[in-house]
Protein backbone atom coordinates (compact mmCIF):
# COMPACT_ATOMS: atom_id res chain seq x y z
CA UNK A 1 0.00 0.00 0.00
CA UNK A 2 1.50 3.57 -0.91
CA UNK A 3 1.02 6.01 2.00
CA UNK A 4 1.85 9.59 1.59
CA UNK A 5 4.20 11.30 3.45
CA UNK A 6 2.57 13.82 5.39
CA UNK A 7 5.04 16.25 6.93
CA UNK A 8 3.81 18.52 8.73
CA UNK A 9 0.43 17.08 10.01
CA UNK A 10 0.11 14.31 12.02
CA UNK A 11 -3.25 13.14 11.91
CA UNK A 12 -3.84 11.14 14.96
CA UNK A 13 -6.15 8.18 15.87
CA UNK A 14 -6.97 8.20 19.72
CA UNK A 15 -8.95 5.39 21.18
CA UNK A 16 -10.27 6.36 24.66
CA UNK A 17 -11.64 9.57 26.11
CA UNK A 18 -10.70 8.80 29.96
CA UNK A 19 -8.20 10.65 31.67
CA UNK A 20 -5.40 9.61 29.45
CA UNK A 21 -6.94 10.16 26.81
CA UNK A 22 -8.63 13.42 27.06
CA UNK A 23 -5.52 14.88 28.55
CA UNK A 24 -3.50 13.66 25.99
CA UNK A 25 -5.90 14.98 23.02
CA UNK A 26 -6.07 18.47 24.95
CA UNK A 27 -2.12 18.53 24.67
CA UNK A 28 -1.83 17.21 20.90
CA UNK A 29 -4.78 19.77 19.59
CA UNK A 30 -2.65 22.53 21.34
CA UNK A 31 0.32 21.78 19.22
CA UNK A 32 -1.69 21.99 16.26
CA UNK A 33 -2.13 18.18 15.69
CA UNK A 34 -5.38 16.92 13.65
CA UNK A 35 -7.02 14.69 16.15
CA UNK A 36 -9.79 12.63 16.06
CA UNK A 37 -10.80 10.76 19.04
CA UNK A 38 -13.15 7.74 19.66
CA UNK A 39 -15.00 6.73 22.54
CA UNK A 40 -17.71 4.36 23.73
CA UNK A 41 -19.66 6.81 25.60
CA UNK A 42 -20.18 10.30 24.39
CA UNK A 43 -20.26 11.78 28.04
CA UNK A 44 -16.36 11.36 28.25
CA UNK A 45 -16.02 14.01 25.89
CA UNK A 46 -16.82 16.39 28.62
CA UNK A 47 -12.84 16.16 29.63
CA UNK A 48 -11.70 17.48 26.66
CA UNK A 49 -11.13 21.50 26.24
CA UNK A 50 -13.00 24.26 25.14
CA UNK A 51 -10.73 24.90 22.45
CA UNK A 52 -10.06 21.17 21.57
CA UNK A 53 -9.95 21.40 17.64
CA UNK A 54 -10.20 17.87 16.64
CA UNK A 55 -13.16 15.60 15.80
CA UNK A 56 -15.02 13.13 18.16
CA UNK A 57 -16.50 9.91 17.38
CA UNK A 58 -18.85 7.98 19.58
CA UNK A 59 -18.34 4.38 18.78
CA UNK A 60 -16.72 0.88 19.63
CA UNK A 61 -13.26 1.30 17.51
CA UNK A 62 -12.90 -2.42 17.80
CA UNK A 63 -15.34 -2.64 14.85
CA UNK A 64 -13.80 -1.84 11.70
CA UNK A 65 -16.26 -0.32 10.24
CA UNK A 66 -15.63 2.40 12.80
CA UNK A 67 -11.67 2.63 12.50
CA UNK A 68 -12.57 2.82 8.23
CA UNK A 69 -15.20 5.90 9.04
CA UNK A 70 -12.63 7.42 10.77
CA UNK A 71 -10.45 7.04 8.08
CA UNK A 72 -7.50 5.21 9.77
CA UNK A 73 -6.04 4.32 6.18
CA UNK A 74 -4.52 7.91 6.50
CA UNK A 75 -3.41 8.21 9.71
CA UNK A 76 0.20 8.75 10.35
CA UNK A 77 -0.42 8.19 14.30
CA UNK A 78 -2.89 5.58 16.42
CA UNK A 79 -2.62 5.60 19.95
CA UNK A 80 -5.11 2.93 21.96
CA UNK A 81 -5.60 4.47 25.47
CA UNK A 82 -8.67 2.89 26.92
CA UNK A 83 -8.90 1.19 30.46
CA UNK A 84 -9.42 -2.21 28.98
CA UNK A 85 -5.62 -3.93 28.08
CA UNK A 86 -6.83 -6.29 25.28
CA UNK A 87 -9.08 -3.48 23.68
CA UNK A 88 -5.44 -1.75 23.31
CA UNK A 89 -3.69 -4.45 22.14
CA UNK A 90 -6.41 -5.45 19.62
CA UNK A 91 -6.59 -1.92 18.63
CA UNK A 92 -2.54 -1.75 17.90
CA UNK A 93 -2.39 -4.43 16.04
CA UNK A 94 -4.88 -3.90 13.88
CA UNK A 95 -3.49 -0.62 13.01
CA UNK A 96 -0.19 -1.98 12.58
CA UNK A 97 -0.84 -5.27 10.83
CA UNK A 98 -3.76 -4.20 8.57
CA UNK A 99 -3.12 -0.91 8.28
CA UNK A 100 0.50 -0.33 8.16
CA UNK A 101 -0.06 2.86 10.73
CA UNK A 102 3.80 4.08 10.90
CA UNK A 103 3.33 4.93 14.65
CA UNK A 104 1.09 2.66 16.74
CA UNK A 105 1.01 3.05 20.52
CA UNK A 106 -1.07 1.21 23.16
CA UNK A 107 -1.32 1.26 27.11
CA UNK A 108 -0.76 -1.56 29.03
CA UNK A 109 -1.53 -1.64 32.53
CA UNK A 110 -0.85 -5.16 33.23
CA UNK A 111 3.30 -5.00 32.42
CA UNK A 112 3.61 -8.86 31.45
CA UNK A 113 1.84 -8.15 28.53
CA UNK A 114 4.05 -6.68 27.05
CA UNK A 115 6.28 -9.51 25.74
CA UNK A 116 4.10 -10.42 22.94
CA UNK A 117 4.04 -6.73 21.53
CA UNK A 118 7.99 -5.91 21.47
CA UNK A 119 8.35 -7.74 18.04
CA UNK A 120 5.69 -6.13 16.51
CA UNK A 121 7.41 -2.86 16.28
CA UNK A 122 4.20 -1.57 18.80
CA UNK A 123 5.03 0.55 21.67
CA UNK A 124 3.60 -0.53 24.99
CA UNK A 125 3.19 2.19 27.46
CA UNK A 126 2.68 1.05 30.93
CA UNK A 127 1.48 3.76 33.32
CA UNK A 128 2.56 1.40 36.45
CA UNK A 129 5.42 0.97 35.28
CA UNK A 130 6.17 4.60 34.41
CA UNK A 131 4.43 5.66 37.82
CA UNK A 132 6.83 3.44 39.66
CA UNK A 133 9.92 4.43 38.02
CA UNK A 134 9.08 8.63 38.98
CA UNK A 135 8.32 8.05 42.41
CA UNK A 136 11.32 6.03 43.02
CA UNK A 137 12.98 8.95 41.62
CA UNK A 138 11.87 10.96 44.24
CA UNK A 139 12.81 8.64 46.54
CA UNK A 140 16.45 7.56 45.55
CA UNK B 1 -2.18 -33.94 25.37
CA UNK B 2 -2.88 -32.02 27.63
CA UNK B 3 -5.62 -28.81 27.39
CA UNK B 4 -6.30 -25.39 29.42
CA UNK B 5 -9.69 -24.54 28.80
CA UNK B 6 -10.82 -20.89 29.41
CA UNK B 7 -13.94 -18.86 30.07
CA UNK B 8 -17.39 -20.50 28.50
CA UNK B 9 -19.96 -21.83 30.32
CA UNK B 10 -22.40 -24.89 28.95
CA UNK B 11 -19.48 -25.19 26.65
CA UNK B 12 -17.09 -25.53 29.19
CA UNK B 13 -18.99 -28.21 30.73
CA UNK B 14 -19.29 -30.51 27.57
CA UNK B 15 -16.08 -29.92 26.06
CA UNK B 16 -14.26 -31.40 29.77
CA UNK B 17 -16.63 -34.09 29.40
CA UNK B 18 -15.23 -35.03 25.88
CA UNK B 19 -12.11 -34.80 26.57
CA UNK B 20 -11.73 -36.39 29.60
CA UNK B 21 -13.37 -39.39 28.42
CA UNK B 22 -10.56 -39.69 25.69
CA UNK B 23 -8.14 -39.76 28.16
CA UNK B 24 -6.53 -35.65 27.53
CA UNK B 25 -5.31 -34.06 31.24
CA UNK B 26 -7.84 -30.92 31.21
CA UNK B 27 -6.91 -27.30 32.96
CA UNK B 28 -10.02 -25.47 33.41
CA UNK B 29 -9.28 -21.40 33.99
CA UNK B 30 -12.82 -19.85 34.72
CA UNK B 31 -14.14 -16.13 36.44
CA UNK B 32 -17.29 -18.31 37.25
CA UNK B 33 -16.93 -19.47 41.07
CA UNK B 34 -19.61 -21.48 41.27
CA UNK B 35 -19.17 -23.08 37.84
CA UNK B 36 -15.55 -23.94 38.94
CA UNK B 37 -17.26 -25.89 42.08
CA UNK B 38 -19.94 -27.35 40.07
CA UNK B 39 -17.32 -28.86 37.38
CA UNK B 40 -14.81 -29.88 39.50
CA UNK B 41 -17.20 -31.99 41.79
CA UNK B 42 -17.99 -33.96 38.66
CA UNK B 43 -14.65 -34.11 36.57
CA UNK B 44 -11.30 -34.87 37.51
CA UNK B 45 -9.61 -32.16 36.04
CA UNK B 46 -7.37 -28.97 37.24
CA UNK B 47 -9.70 -26.28 37.95
CA UNK B 48 -8.84 -22.73 38.49
CA UNK B 49 -10.67 -19.61 39.43
CA UNK B 50 -8.98 -16.40 37.96
CA UNK B 51 -8.88 -14.43 34.62
CA UNK B 52 -7.26 -16.19 31.94
CA UNK B 53 -5.26 -13.18 30.00
CA UNK B 54 -3.44 -12.75 33.35
CA UNK B 55 -0.15 -14.06 32.23
CA UNK B 56 0.33 -15.36 36.24
CA UNK B 57 -2.94 -17.03 35.91
CA UNK B 58 -1.82 -18.99 32.92
CA UNK B 59 1.16 -19.41 34.71
CA UNK B 60 -0.55 -21.56 37.74
CA UNK B 61 -2.43 -23.14 35.17
CA UNK B 62 0.22 -24.84 33.81
CA UNK B 63 0.34 -23.18 30.25
CA UNK B 64 3.59 -24.05 29.45
CA UNK B 65 3.17 -27.74 29.32
CA UNK B 66 0.12 -27.39 26.92
CA UNK B 67 -0.65 -28.38 23.45
CA UNK B 68 -3.85 -26.99 22.85
CA UNK B 69 -5.26 -23.85 24.47
CA UNK B 70 -9.08 -23.00 23.90
CA UNK B 71 -10.78 -19.79 24.23
CA UNK B 72 -14.14 -19.27 24.91
CA UNK B 73 -14.34 -16.09 27.01
CA UNK B 74 -17.70 -13.41 25.86
CA UNK B 75 -15.27 -10.39 24.56
CA UNK B 76 -13.62 -11.02 21.36
CA UNK B 77 -10.04 -9.06 22.08
CA UNK B 78 -10.05 -11.04 25.24
CA UNK B 79 -9.82 -14.30 23.22
CA UNK B 80 -7.30 -12.98 20.88
CA UNK B 81 -4.98 -11.79 23.42
CA UNK B 82 -4.63 -15.09 25.41
CA UNK B 83 -4.21 -17.08 22.56
CA UNK B 84 -1.51 -15.16 21.04
CA UNK B 85 0.09 -14.92 24.99
CA UNK B 86 -0.09 -19.10 24.79
CA UNK B 87 1.45 -19.31 21.33
CA UNK B 88 3.89 -16.60 21.59
CA UNK B 89 4.79 -16.42 24.88
CA UNK B 90 4.48 -19.72 26.14
CA UNK B 91 4.67 -21.91 23.13
CA UNK B 92 1.32 -23.61 23.05
CA UNK B 93 0.91 -25.12 20.01
CA UNK B 94 -2.57 -24.71 18.91
CA UNK B 95 -4.81 -22.27 20.07
CA UNK B 96 -8.81 -21.76 19.56
CA UNK B 97 -10.88 -19.14 19.52
CA UNK B 98 -14.43 -17.89 19.25
CA UNK B 99 -15.36 -15.04 18.31
CA UNK B 100 -18.65 -13.03 18.29
CA UNK B 101 -17.97 -10.52 15.40
CA UNK B 102 -17.68 -12.54 12.21
CA UNK B 103 -14.89 -10.25 10.78
CA UNK B 104 -12.62 -11.29 13.51
CA UNK B 105 -12.19 -14.76 11.87
CA UNK B 106 -10.03 -13.39 9.17
CA UNK B 107 -8.63 -10.87 11.58
CA UNK B 108 -7.66 -13.30 14.16
CA UNK B 109 -6.06 -15.60 11.60
CA UNK B 110 -4.51 -12.75 10.56
CA UNK B 111 -3.22 -12.51 14.11
CA UNK B 112 -1.24 -15.93 14.33
CA UNK B 113 -4.20 -18.23 15.72
CA UNK B 114 -4.94 -21.36 14.34
CA UNK B 115 -8.72 -22.17 14.37
CA UNK B 116 -11.31 -19.59 14.83
CA UNK B 117 -15.23 -19.84 14.90
CA UNK B 118 -17.86 -17.62 14.66
CA UNK B 119 -20.48 -18.09 16.18
CA UNK B 120 -22.87 -15.88 15.07
CA UNK B 121 -22.03 -16.75 11.19
CA UNK B 122 -22.70 -20.28 12.32
CA UNK B 123 -26.19 -19.39 13.88
CA UNK B 124 -27.48 -16.74 10.98
CA UNK B 125 -26.25 -19.40 8.25
CA UNK B 126 -28.82 -21.48 9.81
CA UNK B 127 -31.65 -18.95 10.27
CA UNK B 128 -30.62 -18.22 6.74
CA UNK B 129 -31.43 -21.78 5.19
CA UNK B 130 -34.23 -21.47 7.66
CA UNK B 131 -33.01 -24.96 9.63
CA UNK B 132 -34.80 -26.03 13.31
CA UNK B 133 -32.44 -26.82 15.63
CA UNK B 134 -34.65 -29.39 17.68
CA UNK B 135 -34.13 -32.19 13.96
CA UNK B 136 -30.07 -31.91 14.87
CA UNK B 137 -29.10 -32.84 17.88
CA UNK B 138 -25.12 -32.36 17.35
CA UNK B 139 -24.11 -29.83 15.01
CA UNK B 140 -20.51 -29.62 14.36
CA UNK B 141 -18.82 -27.01 12.28
CA UNK B 142 -15.60 -28.50 10.96
CA UNK B 143 -12.63 -26.30 8.89
CA UNK B 144 -14.36 -22.18 10.34
CA UNK B 145 -18.09 -23.63 8.98
CA UNK B 146 -16.93 -25.07 5.65
CA UNK B 147 -18.29 -28.41 6.09
CA UNK B 148 -21.12 -29.44 8.15
CA UNK B 149 -21.29 -32.16 10.59
CA UNK B 150 -24.79 -33.48 11.67
CA UNK B 151 -25.89 -36.03 14.19
CA UNK B 152 -29.44 -37.06 13.72
CA UNK B 153 -31.89 -39.80 15.24
CA UNK B 154 -33.82 -41.62 12.29
CA UNK B 155 -37.96 -40.92 13.85
CA UNK B 156 -40.76 -43.35 12.62
CA UNK B 157 -42.05 -40.50 10.49
CA UNK B 158 -39.14 -39.79 8.89
CA UNK B 159 -39.36 -40.70 5.13
CA UNK B 160 -35.79 -42.83 4.98
CA UNK B 161 -36.80 -44.63 7.39
CA UNK B 162 -36.66 -48.50 6.66
CA UNK B 163 -34.57 -47.25 3.37
CA UNK B 164 -31.46 -48.30 1.92
CA UNK B 165 -28.54 -45.75 1.66
CA UNK B 166 -28.60 -46.33 -2.15
CA UNK B 167 -32.35 -45.44 -2.60
CA UNK B 168 -31.76 -42.47 -0.80
CA UNK B 169 -31.21 -39.17 -3.27
CA UNK B 170 -28.98 -37.23 -1.13
CA UNK B 171 -27.50 -34.11 -3.08
CA UNK B 172 -23.57 -34.69 -4.25
CA UNK B 173 -22.26 -32.30 -1.58
CA UNK B 174 -23.13 -34.31 1.42
CA UNK B 175 -23.07 -38.03 2.20
CA UNK B 176 -24.21 -40.55 5.06
CA UNK B 177 -20.68 -40.39 7.23
CA UNK B 178 -21.77 -43.35 9.72
CA UNK B 179 -24.71 -44.98 11.61
CA UNK B 180 -24.50 -45.71 14.85
CA UNK B 181 -26.73 -48.42 16.26
CA UNK B 182 -26.84 -49.05 19.89
CA UNK B 183 -23.45 -48.31 20.34
CA UNK B 184 -21.95 -49.79 17.04
CA UNK B 185 -20.89 -47.34 15.18
CA UNK B 186 -20.72 -48.72 11.28
CA UNK B 187 -19.74 -47.23 7.74
CA UNK B 188 -22.93 -47.60 5.55
CA UNK B 189 -23.04 -49.43 2.22
CA UNK B 190 -25.20 -49.44 -0.53
CA UNK B 191 -27.21 -51.89 1.27
CA UNK B 192 -27.55 -50.65 4.29
CA UNK B 193 -30.89 -50.63 5.82
CA UNK B 194 -32.07 -46.93 7.88
CA UNK B 195 -33.80 -48.24 10.66
CA UNK B 196 -35.47 -45.77 13.29
CA UNK B 197 -33.86 -45.33 16.17
CA UNK B 198 -30.44 -45.09 14.21
CA UNK B 199 -28.39 -42.07 14.58
CA UNK B 200 -26.87 -41.04 11.21
CA UNK B 201 -23.48 -38.87 11.10
CA UNK B 202 -24.05 -36.69 7.93
CA UNK B 203 -21.53 -34.45 6.24
CA UNK B 204 -22.54 -31.74 4.03
CA UNK B 205 -21.35 -28.36 2.48
CA UNK B 206 -23.38 -25.65 4.18
CA UNK B 207 -25.48 -24.49 1.16
CA UNK B 208 -26.87 -27.85 0.76
CA UNK B 209 -27.87 -28.19 4.72
CA UNK B 210 -30.88 -27.50 4.52
CA UNK B 211 -31.88 -29.96 1.38
CA UNK B 212 -30.27 -33.22 3.08
CA UNK B 213 -32.93 -32.29 6.16
CA UNK B 214 -35.74 -32.11 3.84
CA UNK B 215 -34.57 -35.36 2.09
CA UNK B 216 -33.97 -37.26 6.18
CA UNK B 217 -36.50 -35.98 8.04
CA UNK B 218 -39.20 -35.05 5.09
CA UNK B 219 -40.23 -31.40 6.63
CA UNK B 220 -40.14 -28.93 4.80
CA UNK B 221 -39.11 -25.38 6.83
CA UNK C 1 -6.18 38.92 -3.75
CA UNK C 2 -7.09 35.98 -1.65
CA UNK C 3 -9.76 34.00 -1.94
CA UNK C 4 -12.94 34.80 0.58
CA UNK C 5 -13.82 31.31 2.47
CA UNK C 6 -16.99 30.95 4.78
CA UNK C 7 -17.09 28.19 6.88
CA UNK C 8 -20.50 27.11 8.47
CA UNK C 9 -20.74 24.64 11.32
CA UNK C 10 -22.19 24.43 14.81
CA UNK C 11 -19.80 22.84 16.41
CA UNK C 12 -16.48 24.70 17.61
CA UNK C 13 -14.15 22.21 16.98
CA UNK C 14 -15.17 21.81 13.41
CA UNK C 15 -14.55 24.91 12.79
CA UNK C 16 -11.74 25.34 14.64
CA UNK C 17 -9.68 22.88 12.92
CA UNK C 18 -10.83 23.84 9.16
CA UNK C 19 -9.92 27.59 10.16
CA UNK C 20 -6.18 27.02 11.14
CA UNK C 21 -5.90 24.34 8.56
CA UNK C 22 -7.03 26.86 5.57
CA UNK C 23 -5.78 29.84 7.43
CA UNK C 24 -2.16 28.37 7.10
CA UNK C 25 -2.62 28.59 2.58
CA UNK C 26 -3.56 32.37 2.96
CA UNK C 27 -7.26 31.84 2.63
CA UNK C 28 -9.12 34.81 3.95
CA UNK C 29 -11.48 32.88 6.79
CA UNK C 30 -15.09 33.72 7.68
CA UNK C 31 -17.79 31.78 10.21
CA UNK C 32 -21.09 31.25 10.51
CA UNK C 33 -22.39 29.43 14.00
CA UNK C 34 -26.24 28.38 12.07
CA UNK C 35 -28.28 28.30 9.29
CA UNK C 36 -29.47 31.74 9.96
CA UNK C 37 -26.81 33.60 10.20
CA UNK C 38 -24.62 31.23 6.82
CA UNK C 39 -28.22 32.83 5.01
CA UNK C 40 -27.50 36.49 6.31
CA UNK C 41 -23.96 36.00 5.22
CA UNK C 42 -24.05 34.22 1.85
CA UNK C 43 -26.49 36.86 0.37
CA UNK C 44 -24.83 39.76 1.42
CA UNK C 45 -21.36 38.81 0.67
CA UNK C 46 -19.13 37.61 -2.22
CA UNK C 47 -17.15 34.20 -1.19
CA UNK C 48 -15.20 32.41 -3.17
CA UNK C 49 -16.45 29.39 -1.41
CA UNK C 50 -18.57 27.84 1.29
CA UNK C 51 -18.29 24.57 3.88
CA UNK C 52 -21.51 23.98 4.55
CA UNK C 53 -22.15 21.50 7.72
CA UNK C 54 -25.72 19.25 6.59
CA UNK C 55 -26.56 18.75 10.52
CA UNK C 56 -27.15 22.02 12.50
CA UNK C 57 -29.90 23.25 14.96
CA UNK C 58 -32.57 24.70 13.45
CA UNK C 59 -32.02 25.74 9.73
CA UNK C 60 -29.85 22.71 8.21
CA UNK C 61 -27.55 22.61 5.48
CA UNK C 62 -29.85 21.51 3.00
CA UNK C 63 -32.30 24.47 3.72
CA UNK C 64 -29.51 27.21 3.34
CA UNK C 65 -28.45 25.32 0.03
CA UNK C 66 -31.91 25.36 -0.89
CA UNK C 67 -32.61 29.16 0.45
CA UNK C 68 -29.67 30.45 -1.56
CA UNK C 69 -29.92 28.93 -4.79
CA UNK C 70 -33.37 29.99 -5.19
CA UNK C 71 -32.40 33.71 -4.62
CA UNK C 72 -30.28 33.10 -7.60
CA UNK C 73 -26.48 32.41 -5.31
CA UNK C 74 -24.55 30.33 -7.24
CA UNK C 75 -21.62 30.50 -4.87
CA UNK C 76 -19.35 26.98 -4.70
CA UNK C 77 -20.56 25.03 -2.06
CA UNK C 78 -18.58 22.17 -0.34
CA UNK C 79 -20.84 19.49 1.56
CA UNK C 80 -19.27 18.26 5.05
CA UNK C 81 -21.30 15.35 6.28
CA UNK C 82 -20.98 13.86 9.45
CA UNK C 83 -19.90 10.76 10.74
CA UNK C 84 -22.44 7.73 9.73
CA UNK C 85 -24.48 9.70 7.75
CA UNK C 86 -26.00 8.39 4.57
CA UNK C 87 -24.97 11.05 1.87
CA UNK C 88 -27.41 12.75 0.30
CA UNK C 89 -26.08 13.38 -3.31
CA UNK C 90 -28.58 13.46 -5.48
CA UNK C 91 -30.58 16.18 -3.85
CA UNK C 92 -27.52 18.25 -3.60
CA UNK C 93 -26.25 17.96 -7.16
CA UNK C 94 -29.85 19.38 -8.02
CA UNK C 95 -28.76 21.96 -5.77
CA UNK C 96 -25.41 22.97 -7.42
CA UNK C 97 -23.30 20.94 -4.76
CA UNK C 98 -21.44 18.21 -5.69
CA UNK C 99 -18.36 18.32 -3.49
CA UNK C 100 -18.18 16.04 0.13
CA UNK C 101 -16.39 16.73 2.48
CA UNK C 102 -17.43 13.60 5.38
CA UNK C 103 -15.89 13.96 9.04
CA UNK C 104 -13.77 13.51 10.14
CA UNK C 105 -11.71 15.21 7.48
CA UNK C 106 -7.65 14.91 7.42
CA UNK C 107 -5.81 18.63 6.49
CA UNK C 108 -4.74 16.77 2.87
CA UNK C 109 -8.42 16.19 2.41
CA UNK C 110 -9.57 19.57 3.15
CA UNK C 111 -6.89 20.73 1.18
CA UNK C 112 -7.45 18.71 -1.48
CA UNK C 113 -10.69 19.99 -2.23
CA UNK C 114 -10.36 23.50 -1.46
CA UNK C 115 -7.48 23.78 -4.46
CA UNK C 116 -9.84 21.65 -6.64
CA UNK C 117 -12.62 23.43 -6.52
CA UNK C 118 -11.10 26.94 -6.51
CA UNK C 119 -9.28 25.73 -9.46
CA UNK C 120 -12.20 24.38 -11.51
CA UNK C 121 -13.68 27.37 -13.13
CA UNK C 122 -10.34 27.64 -15.46
CA UNK C 123 -10.48 24.55 -17.11
CA UNK C 124 -11.40 25.27 -21.01
CA UNK C 125 -13.23 22.75 -23.11
CA UNK C 126 -10.46 22.62 -25.25
CA UNK C 127 -7.94 22.49 -23.45
CA UNK C 128 -8.91 18.90 -21.16
CA UNK C 129 -5.95 16.73 -21.26
CA UNK C 130 -5.78 14.66 -18.04
CA UNK C 131 -8.16 12.11 -15.96
CA UNK C 132 -8.34 15.41 -13.64
CA UNK C 133 -9.59 17.51 -16.13
CA UNK C 134 -11.79 15.50 -17.54
CA UNK C 135 -13.54 14.96 -14.52
CA UNK C 136 -13.96 18.28 -12.77
CA UNK C 137 -14.96 19.57 -16.33
CA UNK C 138 -17.54 17.49 -15.84
CA UNK C 139 -17.99 18.49 -12.13
CA UNK C 140 -18.69 21.71 -14.15
CA UNK C 141 -21.41 20.47 -16.56
CA UNK C 142 -23.45 18.94 -13.36
CA UNK C 143 -23.24 22.22 -11.74
CA UNK C 144 -24.47 24.09 -14.98
CA UNK C 145 -27.45 21.44 -15.15
CA UNK C 146 -25.87 20.05 -18.40
CA UNK C 147 -25.94 16.16 -17.50
CA UNK C 148 -25.59 14.88 -20.99
CA UNK C 149 -22.63 16.65 -21.22
CA UNK C 150 -21.42 16.01 -18.03
CA UNK C 151 -21.81 12.08 -18.86
CA UNK C 152 -19.74 12.41 -21.92
CA UNK C 153 -16.96 13.67 -20.11
CA UNK C 154 -16.97 11.06 -17.01
CA UNK C 155 -16.63 8.53 -19.85
CA UNK C 156 -14.03 10.21 -21.02
CA UNK C 157 -12.01 10.83 -17.77
CA UNK C 158 -12.42 6.48 -17.30
CA UNK C 159 -11.21 6.48 -20.79
CA UNK C 160 -8.17 8.21 -19.16
CA UNK C 161 -7.83 6.13 -15.91
CA UNK C 162 -9.88 2.76 -15.69
CA UNK C 163 -8.97 2.49 -12.33
CA UNK C 164 -10.51 5.52 -10.22
CA UNK C 165 -14.30 5.07 -8.88
CA UNK C 166 -14.92 8.31 -8.43
CA UNK C 167 -16.41 8.90 -12.60
CA UNK C 168 -18.38 5.49 -11.96
CA UNK C 169 -19.85 7.40 -8.89
CA UNK C 170 -21.25 10.08 -10.42
CA UNK C 171 -22.48 8.46 -13.46
CA UNK C 172 -24.78 6.78 -10.58
CA UNK C 173 -25.97 9.97 -8.97
CA UNK C 174 -26.79 11.05 -12.68
CA UNK C 175 -28.63 8.36 -13.37
CA UNK C 176 -29.85 8.05 -9.90
CA UNK C 177 -31.15 11.84 -10.87
CA UNK C 178 -32.97 10.55 -13.54
CA UNK C 179 -34.61 7.63 -12.27
CA UNK C 180 -33.12 4.90 -13.40
CA UNK C 181 -32.90 3.03 -10.36
CA UNK C 182 -31.65 0.09 -12.02
CA UNK C 183 -28.66 1.55 -14.23
CA UNK C 184 -27.27 3.92 -10.90
CA UNK C 185 -27.19 0.52 -8.91
CA UNK C 186 -24.80 -1.14 -11.99
CA UNK C 187 -22.63 2.02 -11.81
CA UNK C 188 -21.98 1.99 -7.69
CA UNK C 189 -21.16 -1.15 -8.11
CA UNK C 190 -19.21 -0.85 -11.14
CA UNK C 191 -17.33 2.03 -9.10
CA UNK C 192 -16.78 -0.71 -5.90
CA UNK C 193 -15.47 -3.12 -8.29
CA UNK C 194 -12.92 -0.87 -8.61
CA UNK C 195 -12.10 0.36 -5.51
CA UNK C 196 -14.07 -1.82 -2.65
CA UNK C 197 -13.64 1.09 0.53
CA UNK C 198 -14.78 3.86 -1.63
CA UNK C 199 -17.42 5.35 0.55
CA UNK C 200 -19.64 7.57 -1.63
CA UNK C 201 -20.33 4.85 -3.40
CA UNK C 202 -20.62 2.50 -0.24
CA UNK C 203 -22.41 5.40 1.17
CA UNK C 204 -24.94 5.62 -2.41
CA UNK C 205 -25.53 2.13 -2.68
CA UNK C 206 -26.75 1.74 0.81
CA UNK C 207 -29.34 4.52 0.65
CA UNK C 208 -30.40 3.22 -2.29
CA UNK C 209 -30.95 -0.08 -1.36
CA UNK C 210 -32.60 1.21 1.87
CA UNK C 211 -35.20 3.50 0.19
CA UNK C 212 -35.73 1.12 -3.11
CA UNK C 213 -36.98 3.95 -5.31
CA UNK C 214 -37.05 6.76 -3.34
CA UNK C 215 -34.74 9.68 -4.35
CA UNK C 216 -34.77 11.58 -1.27
CA UNK C 217 -31.33 10.97 0.61
CA UNK C 218 -32.91 10.27 3.89
CA UNK C 219 -30.39 11.01 7.24
CA UNK C 220 -30.32 8.22 9.73
CA UNK C 221 -33.00 10.25 11.88
CA UNK C 222 -34.40 12.68 9.98
CA UNK C 223 -37.98 12.65 9.28
CA UNK C 224 -38.22 12.81 5.55
CA UNK C 225 -41.12 11.52 3.46
CA UNK C 226 -40.16 8.26 2.33
CA UNK C 227 -41.81 8.16 -1.67
CA UNK C 228 -41.72 4.84 -2.34
CA UNK C 229 -42.88 3.26 -5.37
CA UNK C 230 -43.96 -0.32 -5.21
Do not use: W
Amino acid sequence: MIRKINRKDDYIIIIGCGRLGSHLANLLSASKKSIVIIDKNEESFKRLNPNFSGFTIEADAIEEEVLEEAKIDQADVVVSVTNDDNTNIMIAQIAKKIYNIPKVIARLVEPNKQKIYDKLGIVTICPTILSAEEISKTII
Amino acid sequence: MNIIIIGGREKTNFLVKSFISKGYNVTVINEDYELCKKLSRKYKANFIYGDGTKPYVLEDAGIAYSNILIALIPKDQDNLVVCQLAKKVYGVDKTFATVNDPKNVELFKKFGIDTVISTTSIISSLIEQRIFIDDISNLVPIEEGKVALMELEIHPDYPIAGKKLKDINLPDQSIIGCIIRKDDAVIPKGDSEMLVGDKLIVFSLPDVQSEVLKIITGKIE
Amino acid sequence: MNKKILIIDDEKNIRLTLKSCLDEEGFEIDIAINGEEALKKILSNNYDLVLLDLKMPGIDGMEVLKEIRKKGNEVNVIIMTAYGTVEKAVEAMKLGAIDFLSKPFTPEEIRKIVKSVLIRPSLKEGKLKSFEDFIEYAKICILKKDYEKAITNLIKSIAENMDSAEPHNLLGVLAESKNDILLAIKHYKAALDLEPTYKPAQKNLERISQLRYSKNGIDLGAKENDKEDK
